[in-house]
């Protein structure tokens, strides 16, 4: 037939088996909905455009979408620039339409509406991009619904706000985002306003946001948020039925003038009253394992009254936020995880009397990133103090091992030996390939003690790390270029050199690994330059002032690797 395409013709590509977790997202959309990566090949399709375009998803992927399924009302392949889907694919923007026929294996075509979008998978740096659609049929005489919601959106606007909120929703793992990103998705275009009460893991219910358009802008309520009274099982009322995972409801202030049968009630009461809403969709928010909240959608200056026939819409809104914040709590539990196993893992500072010292450390972005950075100071038997730097090779528990490792050896070596920084590392060096789990590691390791004069003798050995930075009490910094040698694990045995510098009085050391300066796309110098000019500008202020803000204003934006650092400062 006109219209039949014969894929033998077409080209192919290799593309990556869809995840279990997108597959599922856009089941859950309710339409036909399949995802193109950047060269605009299909990569995932779901089960309902499975069944409208008569193939399957494994006779759909690898093919570009255009070349395979878009034709015009009779079946003629469609140029690039006359298919509205393809110019706003290369646009990279949203758009939607109703004139468009997509091609059936037995050649004839099906007119659709359609809405694509900009789509970001989770973990993926690529930008991809989601096409969802419905079949256009003509209706002789369509018949009239026995309840129509009174704010009718149109099939297409509905499936247009479910793919938005699937792909606002589930883009982002930080609590608070989603809240904001659901109150901005529903405010103005369910409701006037929006409430989102959520149970914490404690069982106790926490009323995070009260929030009602005011013109363009989205107003909290502040004083209406907090702490709630708790869930009594035997209450019947909406709310009551939502946190326990009942089914949704539409209610109204008259319900909540009855006398209360829980705490919840009287609160409910008092959020109409102060709201001045005439008509509510309430929906239960759920996670993966439990209930996590509450959706409620309010009505005032909107006349329009919520209808049983919104819930669906609202349930499944709630149920995309209710994905996202399982989500969003499962990171935050993974991340308060690795970082109390990091900090567990990293030591206290020593006190030096005379010397000024503090440390940081953070995270990588990864909450399952558990990060080989590390720092050290400690306490030597001729009384001098010992400082480390350093950077395992990985990001998992395996490095963090490592790390631990190799600082216990350090610690030993340096303790036991009374020789020079370079004849301890060469040591370590010669060790961590026979009994540790270390592939390879940077380091800096310095012993550093008080001369008579006032001033302070700092002798270090650098293996394959970023240089010391040493700023002046004048604010003129310089990077401590000597002795430099190979890292650790490389299997070269070149003879290390040791270094020295004096720190006079008021001057100050950081020592930092290379997440701090490292950015994707610049050279080292400059994130090198940025260190050096915002650690002299806060030399005269509290070595913890300057840690802190050292970190904030010099780790690039983009930075995905740990980042550990430690400063100390010869008191004036």
Not at 182 to 187: C, D, E, I, T
Not at 407 to 421: D, G
Not at 466 to 489: I, K, T
Request: glycine share 8%; net charge negative.
């Amino acid at each position: 037939m006109e219209g039949s395409q014969d894929t033998e013709t077409l080209r192919r590509e290799d593309v990556a088996p869809a995840p279990a977790a997108l597959s599922r997202a856009l089941d859950a959309l309710g339409a036909g909905a399949y995802l193109v990566d950047e060269r605009g090949c299909i990569v995932a399709v779901n089960a309902q455009a499975e069944r409208m375009l008569g193939r399957s998803a494994g006779e759909l992927a690898g093919y570009d979408a255009h070349d395979l399924l878009h034709r015009g009302p009779h079946g003629q392949p469609l140029p690039h620039s006359q298919c509205a889907m393809r110019q706003a694919f290369h646009a990279g923007r949203p758009a939607q339409g109703t004139e468009e026929f997509f091609a059936l294996p037995d050649g004839s075509v099906r007119p659709v509406a359609w809405l694509i979008t900009p789509y970001t998978v989770e973990g993926e740096e690529e930008e991809h991009t989601l096409v969802v659609f419905h079949p256009q049929e003509i209706a002789e005489e369509p018949a009239a619904p026995p309840e129509t919601p009174v704010a009718t959106l149109t099939e297409l606007e509905r499936l247009a706000l479910l793919a938005e909120a699937t792909a606002q929703l589930t883009s982002t793992l930080d609590t608070e985002e989603t809240l904001s990103r659901l109150s901005h998705l529903v405010v103005p275009r369910l409701a006037d306003w929006v409430i989102v009460d959520l149970v914490t893991e404690r069982d106790e219910v926490w009323r995070d946001v009260v929030a009602h358009a005011d013109g363009a802008t989205l107003k909290r309520h502040e004083d209406l948020e907090g702490p709630m009274p708790p869930v009594m099982a035997e209450s019947q009322w909406p709310l009551s039925r939502a946190l326990r995972g009942a089914s949704s409801t539409v209610t109204g202030p008259e319900r909540y003038h009855r006398p209360p049968d829980s705490g919840i009630a009287v609160e409910q009461r008092r959020l109409f009253d102060r709201t001045g809403m005439h008509s509510a969709a309430i929906a239960p928010i759920r996670g993966t394992r439990e209930v996590l909240g509450a959706l409620t959608l309010g009505r005032a200056e909107n006349q329009a009254e919520f209808s049983t026939a919104d819930l669906p819409l609202v349930e499944d809104i709630a149920r995309r936020a209710g994905l996202a914040l399982d989500n969003a709590r499962l990171y935050q539990r993974q991340r308060k995880v690795a970082e109390t196993m990091q900090n567990h893992l990293l030591p206290q500072m020593p006190g030096v009397p005379g010397l000024e010292m503090t440390a940081r450390y953070l995270p990588a972005p990864d909450a399952s990133q558990v990060g080989g950075d590390w720092y050290d100071a400690f306490p030597l038997s001729d009384g001098a103090t010992a400082l480390a730097i350093g950077d395992v090779v990985g990001h998992d528990l395996e490095a963090a091992s490592g790390m631990a490792q190799l600082r216990n050896m350090l610690r030993a070596y340096a303790w036991s030996q009374n020789e020079p920084p370079s004849r301890i590392v060469t040591r370590l060096d010669e060790a961590m390939e026979h009994i540790t789990d270390v592939s390879m590691a940077t380091m800096i390791f310095a012993r550093i003690e008080a001369l008579d004069d006032g001033t302070w003798q700092l002798t270090w050995t650098n293996a394959g790390h970023p240089p010391l930075l040493l700023v002046g009490r004048d604010g003129v910094g310089r990077f401590l270029e000597g002795g430099h040698g190979v890292a650790l694990g490389t299997g070269l045995r070149a003879r290390r050199p040791d270094a020295q510098a004096v720190l006079e009085p008021g001057s100050t050391l950081v020592l930092y690994t290379d997440g701090l300066v490292e950015e994707h796309g610049q050279i080292l110098d400059v994130g090198l330059d940025r260190l050096r000019r915002h650690a002299a500008a806060y030399v005269h202020r509290p070595l913890t002032v300057l840690a802190d803000q050292v970190l904030r204003r010099v780790r690039p934006a983009d930075n995905d690797d740990d980042v550990a650092l430690l400063a100390l400062r010869a008191p004036a």
